[in-house]
């Protein structure tokens, strides 16, 4: 397996930016890093949020313990704001990661070329 498949695959199924520490671009690489752990930081803060707004509910008594009333509240807690901005955070981290793929075979490919002149 050559350098170009194997960065692909490391930043496809490892983590955006591995392929490219891989490649040893530690810069791009610590920076596709880092915003796909801001990005997964901020969807596991608000998922934890709401998750512990419902359970307070729940033990409080104002809602049922059945999955109807569980369903509602997880529907009526997201704000139209709140839901485009998990949306942004998403579709950022997914181009991160499909950037990451792409830019480390990219670079990967680059570097065979150069080694063969």
């Not at 695959?9 to 530690?26: D, I, R």
């Not at 997914?94 to 680059?110: E, N, P, T």
């Amino acid at each position: 397996m050559n350098n170009s498949t194997k960065a692909a695959l490391l930043s496809a199924l490892v983590f955006p930016g591995t392929g490219h520490l891989f490649l040893k671009k530690y810069l791009s690489g610590g920076v596709l890093i880092s915003i796909s752990m801001v990005m997964i930081g901020y969807m596991v803060f608000k998922v934890t949020e709401k998750a512990l707004t419902i359970v307070e509910q729940i033990q409080s008594g104002h809602v049922q313990l059945d999955i109807a009333g569980i369903t509602d509240l997880v529907t009526q807690q997201s704000t139209t704001a709140e839901m485009q901005l998990i949306n942004v955070v998403t579709t950022v981290f997914f181009i991160c990661w499909l950037f990451g793929i792409v830019d480390s075979y990219r670079i990967a490919c680059k570097q065979s070329k150069n080694d063969k002149l």
